[in-house]
C-alpha cells in the first residue's frame, strides 16, 4: 500500500509527566514507521516544545498521536496544546497508539475522538493499544509480543497511508472549508 510520493506523518507525544513511559512506546511506533517508504516522519514532542504542535500540523497530511490513558482519559497538556490549534487539523486523518493500565490506552482514545471531530479531522478507526504497558516492554524498550503490536502497526499505518493520500488530494484539488 505505497505511493510514489511519501506522506508527511507528524507523531505527537503527548504525555509531558516527569519519568513518563511515552518515549518507549514512541520509538517502539517510530522504529515501525521509519521501515515503510510510504512514510516521511516528523516528531512534535509536547514536553520539548508544546509550541511546535499547529505548524507540525499544518505540514502534515497525517496525524498519529501517542497517548497515556491518565485517570480514564487524556492528559490535560493535550487539550490544551490542542485548543490552541484549530485550521491545521482541517481534513487530515488522526490515528492513535494508546497505552495505559487495564485498558490500555483506550478510554482516553475514545475521549480523544470528538474532540478531533470538533478539529474538523477524521479519525481512522485501527489503533495500537497496550494494556499494562509498562510490563510489555524490555529494559531495551523493545516489544516483548511482537507480532500482534506489529501487525496493529503494520494495519494502523496501512490505513493512514490511504487515509493520508485521499484526504491530501482532496484538499489539493478543492481547499477545505469548515
Known amino acids: 500500500m505505497t505511493t510514489n510520493t511519501p506522506y508527511q506523518l507528524a507523531v505527537v507525544i503527548s504525555s509531558v509527566r516527569e519519568g513518563r513511559f511515552a518515549p518507549v512506546v514512541a520509538n517502539w ?24 504542535l499547529s505548524a507540525g500540523v499544518a505540514a502534515a497530511d497525517a496525524v498519529v498521536v501517542i497517548v497515556p490513558e491518565y485517570n480514564h482519559s487524556y492528559p490535560g497538556p493535550l487539550k490544551t496544546a490542542l485548543d490552541n490549534t484549530g485550521p491545521e487539523w482541517h481534513g487530515k486523518p488522526v490515528a492513535f497508539v494508546s497505552y495505559g493500565g487495564i485498558s490500555g490506552g483506550l478510554r482516553a482514545v475514545e475521549h480523544l475522538r470528538p474532540v478531533f471531530a470538533e478539529l474538523h479531522a477524521a479519525t481512522i478507526r485501527e489503533t495500537v493499544s ?3 504497558a509498562w510490563t510489555q516492554f524490555g529494559p531495551d524498550g523493545e516489544h516483548i509480543d511482537t507480532d500482534g503490536a506489529d501487525l496493529a502497526a503494520t494495519t494502523l499505518l496501512n490505513q493512514l497511508n490511504w487515509w493520508a493520500n485521499a484526504l491530501r488530494a482532496a484538499r489539493r484539488a478543492r481547499p477545505y472549508a469548515a
Request: aromatic fraction near 12%.
Open 29 to 52: 511506533f517510530l522504529d515501525r514507521a521509519k521501515q515503510r517508504d510510504d512514510v516521511a516522519l516528523s516528531v512534535i514532542d509536547l514536553a520539548e516544545s508544546p509550541d511546535g
Open 130 to 132: 497496550f494494556p499494562y
